[in-house]
């Protein structure tokens, strides 16, 4: 679609609700005015007489659309409440000239953000009631109400983590980005282990002296570890010689007399054996991820996986046989070949093995994955919103509740990620990420590290090297980078 700017250059609002509203559309700049009829967007911003207005002409499928938004003027002494509010003045007027010209509104109304759940935690925070906080989400950012009843779970379940949270406290990530093959749908720096088998050893062998540098670190800050999660890629990639290797370090170099969660993300079913197992148990870790994605062979097919269904099934029974006390099982609606019957009975097949844990999450076309490339035989949104529908009724009915949320671009009816949990089982490492509500520490390629002042309010990001190559290769910077950082966070 054609954008046209004025009065303003908030490129990346448009752009967001431009996403949400129209998926299948890129943004153009052009420097022509567009065809007679031809779809395109005129937004412009103009501030008079302490107030901001907002001004969408939008022309879609050759009919004419236009709509205002206002707010009071933020003036220009806080230059982040300013953006906050103008930026919010013109996505509310593109998604009223939007939404007339679909004749629908999405599921998660004029919010575009990936962290739709700190608004009512900050209303909650605030004092607000819950049903204040709904009220909010319905009326400024027209929110739908199975949508709201999300937010609001999700927020209950970060304010009760972060009053336990301790001031000294951060998480640990650990990733190890190699899989067996590469997923249709996947756009996350992994690497064939087929095509990079011998990289392996010398990654653990990178990973743990970053391991080392960083428990140096944390002991001279009098940091303390609340949770460890190991992600990938597929961690049960590594052998269990590999695994015992990099976990032992772990042990070695930091002190993890403060963690109360240990999660290993085992992932790809045709990875996981007994032996792995039994090493992840032995090191601590109390929490284990199977994602199987669909129970369908089809599905299983047209996503690349090299595994069946039976094989989940005899992955899921090691786990069982190993002990874990939580176990959490991932689900994709929107897959290709997939339908709403076939997610169904996937998602009944899994509630029917009893995780303690199951995220559902919406298939995003990523940047650099064969779907983004191909896009073809994918369920339509609304095929998905029928999955999503069943699965927050069939997990409500089955004793679910939902404890974490996020959304991603180029997701599938503009909808989210859900996480599910028997209570008392929630992942305290995925509220703090995606609430940010302390620092996680990130090793392995890859790895974005986030250090979060919470008084300040502030968050500083270190970045590893993508590629697991580029990482071995550049470990001694990454050391001396771990070994710099100072606390507090500046």
């Known amino acids: 679609m054609k954008l046209y700017l004025k009065g303003h250059d908030y490129k990346y609002a448009t752009e ?19 065809e007679a009829g031809e779809d395109s967007l005129a937004l412009t911003l103009s501030r008079t007489k302490g107030r901001a207005t907002g001004h969408a002409v939008l022309t879609w499928a050759g009919r004419r659309y236009s709509r205002f938004a206002w707010a009071a003027d933020p003036g220009e002494k806080d230059r982040l409440e300013r953006d906050r509010v103008l930026q919010r003045v013109l996505k509310n007027a593109f998604y009223r000239a939007g939404t007339e010209a679909l004749g629908r509104e999405p599921p998660w109304g004029a919010l575009t953000g990936v962290r739709p759940v700190k608004i009512p935690t900050k209303a909650l925070t605030r004092g607000l009631t ?36 301790k001031p000294e406290e951060l998480s ?95 992932g790809r079913p045709d990875t996981i054996t007994a032996e792995k197992l039994s090493v992840l148990r032995s090191h601590g870790c109390d929490r284990v991820s199977v994602n199987p994605q669909s129970m369908s062979e089809a599905v299983l097919r047209a996503i690349g996986r090299a595994h069946t269904p039976e094989d989940i099934l005899q992955a899921w029974a090691l786990v069982a046989e190993a002990g874990f006390p939580v176990r959490n099982m991932d689900l994709i609606a929107g897959l290709p070949a997939d339908s709403e019957e076939g997610f169904r009975a996937s998602l009944d097949e899994v509630i029917a093995l009893g995780p303690e844990n199951i995220t559902v999450h919406t298939l995003a076309l990523k940047k650099g994955s064969r779907l983004m490339m191909e896009g073809q035989g994918l369920p339509s949104p609304a095929a998905v919103a029928a999955m999503l529908d069943y699965a927050w009724s069939a997990l409500r ?42 620092s996680i520490l990130s090793l392995g390629s890859g790895g974005v590290t986030k250090l979060i002042d919470t008084g300040a309010g502030s968050l500083k990001r270190l970045s590893n090297p993508k590629f697991p190559k580029e990482y071995i290769q550049h470990i001694e910077e990454i050391i001396t980078q771990k070994e710099e950082i100072v606390w507090p966070i500046s």
């Open 16 to 34: 967001q609700m431009l996403l949400m509203l129209f998926p299948g559309q890129r943004p153009e700049y052009p420097d022509t005015p567009p």
């Open 172 to 266: 640990l990530y650990v990733g190890v980005p190699f899989c067996p093959t590469r997923c249709a749908y996947c756009s996350f720096v992994s690497a064939d282990v087929g095509k990079t088998l011998n990289l392996l050893e010398p990654y653990a062998q990178a990973l743990c002296r970053e391991i080392a540098a960083a428990g140096a670190m944390l002991a001279r800050a009098g940091r303390k570890v609340r949770s460890v999660y190991f992600g990938g890629g597929t961690h049960t990639t590594l052998s269990a010689g590999q695994l015992h290797q990099v976990m032992t370090a772990l042990e070695d170099h930091v002190d993890l007399s403060a963690c109360t969660e240990y999660t290993v993300e085992a």
């Open 397 to 438: 009915t089955a004793g679910y509740v939902p404890y974490y949320l996020y959304r991603q671009k180029y997701m599938s009816g503009g909808f989210e990620n859900v996480g599910w949990c028997r209570r008392g089982t929630e992942s305290l490492y995925n509220i703090c990420m995606m609430e940010e509500l302390h």
């Open 130 to 165: 819950l049903r204040q906080a709904d009220a909010q989400l319905r009326d400024l950012y027209r929110v739908s109400p199975d949508r709201r009843r999300l937010a609001l779970d999700c927020a209950q379940a970060a304010i009760a983590v972060r009053e336990s949270l």
